[in-house]
């Protein structure tokens, strides 16, 4: 047994007998208390045992009581985070709810239910402030795109009345928008890759859009295509584009394909300065390097193979040019088509 294992024994051991010297004294305490009791003539026990009985009904009515009581009624309601037009009706529905309550009792359950005909509220943070105050914190969802004119957060919500302070990106949602939420699958998937672009990004953000074989494209203002595919692993397809556009050698890239974020790809860029590692239109991982391949042979700009070198030319006997061979297992040797060993006959 190792010395860990022996003092984790020990530490066991200790807390059982611990336990148990705990459970001795609580049944030691117990006997002596009935000992106590029994001890008392007949009448006092029955009258004691009435008052405990009555001082355990009167203490659980009191709080009951109390806690609907008008001691502790909420009369003081603070909202506050409401930037929606329709801040004044949400403020006053949430005031009446929040007046039927008391400080001991907040019913989160009727507070959300108050706000249901709004939802640009995302969440509530509700404090009680003992004895009559009762704050209340209201997190709104934070538009993520522009569909049909309307702004919609990241997860699809249509946030009527929320005003737009910032230039958003456009998605086309297909069809009258109806209800409090996207329908169409393709705008509910635009608007999730749209609502997880990062902070310092989201301004830059000028489209959404579902395009053939490529999938959801984001388009950036003065900037390259994002090809996204799916809206899958968003978060890290928006890390790989970051950091592929935050690389002066992908500067003048015309897209940038983060289908596979573990290895993006900056297209329209030219040869000398980086070429794609998967072309776009795939979703396909460029070929591995030949582990015969030796370093100089790998351009460190692509982590790809360098094109093979062309064969100088060599002269020959009769004036002409002719590749010369790769390797000599390569080329198989001329025929002798005079007779005289290979040798090129006497010129006439």
Known sequence: ?????????RRTGWGTRSKRRRGARARGLAAAVARAFGALPARF?????????????LGAGFQFWLRDSTLVAVEDVSVTGLTTKDAARVRAALTSAAHTMTTLHVDQAELDEAITPYPVVRELEVRPDFPHGLEIRVIEHRPAALAGGLPVAGDGTILRGLPVEQK???????????????????ALHAARVAGGAPGALRPRLESVELRGGDGIVVQLRDGPELIFGDARR??????????????????????????????????????????????AGTAQLAPPASPETTESAVDPATEQLAPPAAAEPEQTSQGTTAPAPATPEATPAPADTTGAGGVSPPSG
Do not use: C, F
């Open 168 to 186: 958003l990106p456009t998605i086309d949602a297909r069809g009258e928008l109806r209800g409090n939420r996207l329908t169409d699958p393709a």
């Open 1 to 9: 047994m190792s010395a860990g294992q022996a003092t984790a024994g």
């Open 45 to 57: 026990r029955r009258w004691l045992l009435i008052l405990l009985a009555a001082g355990l009904v």
């Open 234 to 279: 968003v978060h890290a397809k928006w890390l790989a584009a970051t950091r592929v556009l935050a690389d002066p050698d992908a500067a003048g890239a015309t897209y940038i394909d983060v289908r596979l974020p573990g290895r993006p790809a900056a297209g329209g860029l030219p040869a000398e300065t980086l070429a794609p590692v998967a072309p």
